[in-house]
């Protein structure tokens, strides 16, 4: 759990600075499982072209796009 949370600060801050960061595609996972991976954003695509949830992938609330830059 600790891991997710870095890696999705680490990722909502990185995104701040460079468009190439894409969050939808970070993982994280054991160093002696590294072929196990465990998503960090949900990465659903939202109705009427919104964009991409960026919330936590076991998130209960509603889905939430990426803030406009």
Do not use: K, N
């Amino acid at each position: 759990m600790r891991a997710r949370i870095l890696a999705r600060t680490a990722a909502r801050v990185l995104i701040r600075f460079s468009t190439r960061v894409e969050p939808g595609g970070v993982t994280v996972s054991a160093e002696d499982q590294q072929d196990v991976r465990h998503w960090v954003f949900y990465d659903r695509l939202l109705p009427e072209g919104r964009g991409r949830c960026v919330l936590a992938v076991d998130h209960t609330s509603r889905c939430r796009p990426r803030p406009p830059r």
